[in-house]
């Protein structure tokens, strides 16, 4: 698949990415791939494109602000409402294309950047369809149950330290994005085969984190089409979670349950999920 170097402003910031597109067609539509909360392009979204680029559709990626090519300072830092912008930002920069079908634009997002596809979906009118993969729909019970009862008041302290000294010039704190055993630990050693993965995410990504509800834009996605790929066992973004706010998504919709674990989609189930995207976007882009 041949790619080429993209590049866009959003709040000032430049978004630097890739752009693969079919051959033979003179206006592509064209699906924008998004990583999660510590995701870049450079891990897996080539993957994605491929089966997408092959069946005739264009495919958009860029790294999110402070990570990966694009620019931004905290480096390491994720600001779930900077990024939804600057998503909006992409489907304004795809739009302006030439070589791109403007009504024809196609959301693709997984874990964090899933719950991002909920929200746009229901505030964008110019996406015509969307797949929301094993998403973050809670930011508030997620990071509850990521932060122990035990541990969360200390956490909490952190965060506001964190806050008082970023005040008086330090620099920010930040914790490792994949723990040691983890499976995100897991999915770094199998995935990352360019070394290209920074292992730091700062403190504060967490307490915009706990800010973040795409849940509560559920019911505003209708009448887009809305593909949710749910993995059963889901303990990053739990499952049962995630199958609340698809009972609150109206139609048209699709739920799609996999047999596996969050990052399983990336690994051993990659081929089920990426076919599952791929059949939504036949049917409704």
């Given at each position: 698949m041949d790619k080429e170097d993209i590049v866009f402003v959003s709040e000032g910031i430049e978004l630097v990415g890739w752009m693969a597109r079919p051959s033979g067609i003179s206006k592509h539509p064209l699906v924008i791939l998004l990583h999660g909360l510590s995701g870049v392009i450079d891990l897996d979204l080539e993957r994605y494109a491929e089966i997408f680029v092959d069946a005739g559709y264009a495919c958009l990626a860029y790294d999110h602000r402070n990570w990966g090519r694009s620019a931004g300072w905290p480096r390491g830092e994720s600001d779930p409402w900077r990024q939804v912008a600057d998503l909006r930002e992409a489907i304004s920069y795809a739009r302006a294309l030439p070589e791109i079908d403007r009504e024809r634009i196609g959301l693709w997002g997984t874990s964090y950047a899933g719950g991002h596809v909920l929200t746009v979906s229901a505030l964008d009118n110019r996406v015509r369809c969307a797949v929301?993969?094993?998403?973050?729909?809670?930011?508030?019970?997620?990071?509850?149950?990521?932060?122990?009862?035990?541990?969360?008041?200390?956490?909490?302290?952190?965060?506001?330290?964190?806050?008082?000294?970023?005040?008086?010039?330090?620099?920010?704190?930040?914790?490792?994005?994949?723990?040691?055993?983890?499976?995100?630990?897991?999915?770094?050693?199998r995935n990352d085969v360019n070394n290209c993965y920074h292992n730091e995410l700062t403190v504060?990504?967490?307490?915009?984190?706990?800010?973040?509800?795409?849940?509560?834009?559920?019911?505003?996605?209708?009448?887009?089409?809305?593909?949710?790929?749910?993995?059963?066992?889901?303990?990053?973004?739990?499952?049962?979670?995630?199958?609340?706010?698809?009972?609150?998504?109206?139609?048209?919709?699709?739920?799609?349950?996999?047999?596996?674990?969050?990052?399983?989609?990336?690994?051993?189930?990659?081929?089920?999920?990426?076919?599952?995207?791929?059949?939504?976007?036949?049917?409704?882009l």
């Open positions: 929301s993969q094993v998403p973050l729909v809670s930011g508030s019970r997620t990071f509850d149950a990521w932060v122990s009862r035990e541990r969360r008041d200390k956490f909490l302290a952190r965060i506001d330290a964190d806050r008082d000294a970023r005040r008086n010039g330090k620099m920010p704190k930040t914790i490792p994005a994949a723990l040691p055993n983890s499976e995100t630990e897991e999915w770094i050693k504060r990504s967490f307490d915009l984190l706990r800010c973040y509800e795409p849940i509560a834009f559920a019911d505003k996605i209708s009448p887009l089409p809305l593909l949710m790929i749910v993995a059963a066992n889901d303990r990053t973004t739990p499952t049962h979670w995630q199958r609340e706010a698809f009972e609150r998504i109206s139609k048209p919709k699709r739920l799609v349950e996999i047999d596996c674990r969050h990052y399983d989609v990336y690994m051993d189930n990659f081929a089920e999920a990426a076919t599952s995207a791929l059949e939504w976007y036949k049917e409704h």
